[in-house]
C-alpha cells in the first residue's frame, strides 16, 4: 500500500511540519535546516538593500513641498509599505533559527503586518499603473479639478488601499499563534478544528487573487494600453520612445520574475490542501523548499520597487541630485552654482492639478519619466 503523507495544518513563513500519518512519518529536519541558513542570509541582504532604497525614497518625497500626483503618493505609501514589510524579517530569521520566543502578540502583530504590507504593496503597484494610464490617455487640455480636491482624492484612494491591505492580513491576525513544534516554538497559523480544507484553500485562493492576479492584470491591460498610445505618438524621437517602452517591459518583467514562482506554489499548496495531492516524502519536502525559496524571491520586489518606480523617474533623480548639490554647498565641497539640471527626456503630464506659476518646476509631471 502506497505511503500516504499529507499535513493538515497551513505551512508558516518558516516553519515546515512533519507528514504523520498511521502509516509512516516524513522526517522535515532537513528542511528546518535549509531554512535556518537560507533565510536569515537572504532576509538580512533583502534588509539591508531595501532598507537603503526605501529610505531614500521616503526622505526624498517627504522633504517635497508638495506631492504633484497620484503617482507620487503611490511611490511614497509604497516605500512606506515596503520599510514596515522589511522591519518584520528579522524576527522570521531569529524564527527560522532559534524558533519564536516573543509570545502570542508578536507572532500575531508580526504576521500582520507581514501580511498586510506585502498585499498593500501589491496593489499599490496596480495603482500606479492605472495613474500613469491616465497620465498618458488623458487630453492635456482636459479640464482639471483644484488641487486641494485633487489631492484629497489621492489621499482616499491610498487609504482604501491600506484598509483592503489590513482586511487581506485579518487571516494572520485572527489564525497565527505560537504553537511547540519539533522541540522548539514556531509562530504559524493555526486553523480551528472545525474549518474545512475548502475555507482554508478558500483564503489561499483569495491571497493569489488579489496579491497576484488582480495587481498583474491590472498593470497589464494598463502598461499594454500605454504601449500602444507611446507607440503612435508623434513628436517624440524612436530611440526615446522606445526607451520609455523598454521600462514598461522591465516593471511587467520583474513583477513577474519575482512574484509568479511563489504564486505557483501557492496555488500548489491549495490544490494539495483540497484534493490531498502530495503523496510522496520526498515531493513534500521539494515543495517546502520551493516555498522558502519562491517567498524569499517575492520578498525581493521590496528592494527592486526603488528603482522601478523612483530612481528610473528623472524628476525624483533632479531631486536627489539637487538635495546633494545643496548639501554639498552647505559643506563647501562644491561652489553654489555649479551643476546642471538633469535631462528630462520623456514627461508623461497628467492634467488632474493646474500648472502652477512658479515655473516648470512645479508642474503636475508624474515620475513616469524615462
Known amino acids: 500500500m502506497e505511503d500516504f503523507y499529507y499535513d493538515d495544518e497551513d505551512v508558516g513563513l518558516n ?37 537603503a532604497g526605501n529610505a531614500l525614497v521616503v526622505v526624498v518625497y517627504a522633504s517635497k513641498l508638495r506631492l504633484r500626483t497620484l503617482t507620487d503618493m503611490c511611490i511614497l505609501n509604497l516605500a512606506i509599505s515596503d520599510l514596515l514589510l522589511l522591519f518584520t524579517l528579522p524576527f522570521w530569521a531569529a524564527d527560522a533559527v532559534h524558533g519564536w520566543k516573543l509570545g502570542v502578540a508578536a507572532c500575531k502583530l508580526n504576521s500582520f503586518l507581514y501580511g498586510t504590507n506585502f498585499s498593500c504593496g501589491m496593489l499599490l503597484l496596480a495603482c500606479v499603473s492605472v495613474d500613469r494610464y491616465r497620465a498618458v490617455a488623458q ?5 482639471p479639478g483644484s488641487a486641494p480636491r485633487v489631492r484629497t482624492q489621492w489621499t482616499l484612494v491610498c487609504v482604501l488601499l491600506w484598509a483592503v491591505a489590513g482586511v487581506l492580513g ?53 502598461y499594454c494600453s500605454v504601449w500602444r498610445i507611446l507607440s503612435r505618438a508623434a513628436g517624440v524621437r524612436r530611440e526615446r ?11 511587467v518583467a520583474v513583477f513577474l520574475l519575482t512574484q509568479l514562482p511563489y504564486t505557483l506554489v501557492k496555488l500548489i499548496r ?56 545643496h548639501l554639498g554647498q552647505r559643506l563647501g565641497r562644491h561652489p553654489r552654482h555649479a551643476g546642471a539640471e538633469p535631462a528630462v527626456e ?16 512645479d508642474q503636475a509631471t508624474s515620475t513616469f519619466t524615462i
Open 270 to 325: 491549495a490544490m494539495d490542501v483540497i484534493y490531498i495531492l502530495v503523496t510522496d516524502c520526498e515531493v513534500s519536502k521539494g515543495l517546502d523548499r520551493a516555498l522558502q525559496v519562491t517567498e524569499s524571491l517575492a520578498l525581493v520586489h521590496a528592494c527592486i520597487n526603488p528603482l522601478l518606480y523612483a530612481f528610473m523617474g528623472s524628476s525624483f533623480r533632479g531631486h536627489v541630485l539637487k538635495a546633494a548639490k
Open 170 to 222: 485579518l487571516p494572520e491576525l485572527f489564525f497565527c499563534t505560537v504553537k511547540h513544534s519539533h522541540h522548539r516554538m514556531a509562530c504559524t497559523a493555526v486553523y480551528p478544528p472545525g474549518m474545512g480544507r475548502s475555507a482554508k484553500a478558500t483564503l489561499e485562493l483569495m491571497e493569489v487573487a488579489l496579491r497576484f492576479l488582480l495587481p498583474f492584470l491590472v498593470m497589464t491591460v494598463c
Open 15 to 51: 516553519d515546515s511540519y512533519d507528514y504523520t500519518t498511521e502509516h509512516s512519518v516524513c522526517d522535515k529536519e532537513a528542511v528546518r535546516s535549509f531554512g535556518g541558513v537560507f533565510l536569515p542570509v537572504v532576509y538580512a541582504v533583502t534588509l539591508v538593500v531595501g532598507l
Open 241 to 251: 520612445k522606445w526607451r520609455a517602452l523598454r521600462v514598461l517591459l522591465a516593471v
Open 346 to 361: 520623456m514627461a508623461l503630464r497628467t492634467p488632474a492639478e493646474p500648472q502652477s506659476q512658479s515655473g516648470s518646476d
Open 139 to 143: 487630453s492635456p487640455a482636459g479640464r
